[in-house]
Each structure stands twice: as structure tokens, then as C-alpha cells.
Nanobody, 128 residues
């Protein structure tokens, strides 16, 4: 099956930055889009950012767009999430996701159900 493996999480002091990576392997399709979600302790999984595979178009949750940057390396099947000026409320399990089919909805796919494949997540903990 398709495997998505996140890395780069850890413990970081507020105000510092961190870069997460997601490596895809055993791909049997070309993703339409890949995305990052996060799930804070005791809360629901929420959308962070997405990037389309062919065009590299990006979209972000409003609360993340000023500090987070999503990017990809298509030759290596890797996406990244650069997070700057981290805050304690950024503490969460961060998940990588992939969508296999073209999205015909409005805008970008931003819901959990819009994605077919998920990684196991990587923990980011931000201390004050």
C-alpha cells in the first residue's frame, strides 16, 4: 500500500521554527494534492495546508497562512511544512495526507474526507 511517513517533529520553544517532512513511498498513483492536518490534544483534526501536485498551487487555513509554508519536491515524493514563530497552541500531532483523484469542489480540498491516504503523524510540542 501507499505509505506516508512524517518526520521532523519534536519539542521546540515558542518563537522558534521547525520543518516537517512527509515522504511517500510505494505510490501507485500520482496524487492530485497532498496536505498537512493537525490534531491538538483533546481536539478534532484540522486542516493546515494543501498543495496540488502538478501545478504546485497552495492554500492554507487562515490562522496558519502567515507563519506556515507548504512545499514539495516532486522528484523525491516529499512534501514539507515549514513552521515559523511557533506558539504553544501549535502543539499537536501533525499528519500528512494525499488525495488520489481530481477535486471538483470549490477551491481546494480542506476536509479530512477529501483525502485517501494518511501518515501516522509526528508530534510537535511547543513550550512557552
Amino acid at each position: 500500500q501507499v505509505h506516508l511517513v512524517e518526520s521532523g517533529g519534536g519539542l521546540v520553544q515558542a518563537g522558534n521554527g521547525l520543518r516537517l517532512s512527509c515522504t511517500a513511498s510505494e505510490l501507485t498513483f500520482r496524487p492530485y494534492a497532498m496536505a498537512w492536518f493537525r490534531q491538538p490534544p483533546g481536539k478534532e483534526r484540522e486542516f493546515v495546508a494543501t498543495i496540488t501536485w502538478y501545478s504546485g498551487l497552495k492554500d492554507y487555513a487562515d490562522s496558519m497562512k502567515d507563519r506556515f509554508t507548504i512545499s514539495k519536491d516532486s522528484t523525491k515524493d516529499i512534501i514539507y511544512l515549514r513552521m515559523n514563530v511557533l506558539k504553544p497552541e501549535d502543539t499537536a500531532q501533525y499528519y500528512c495526507a494525499a488525495r488520489s483523484t481530481v477535486y471538483y469542489g470549490s477551491g481546494y480540498p480542506k476536509q479530512k474526507d477529501d483525502y485517501d491516504y494518511w501518515g501516522q503523524g509526528t508530534q510537535v510540542e511547543v513550550t512557552s
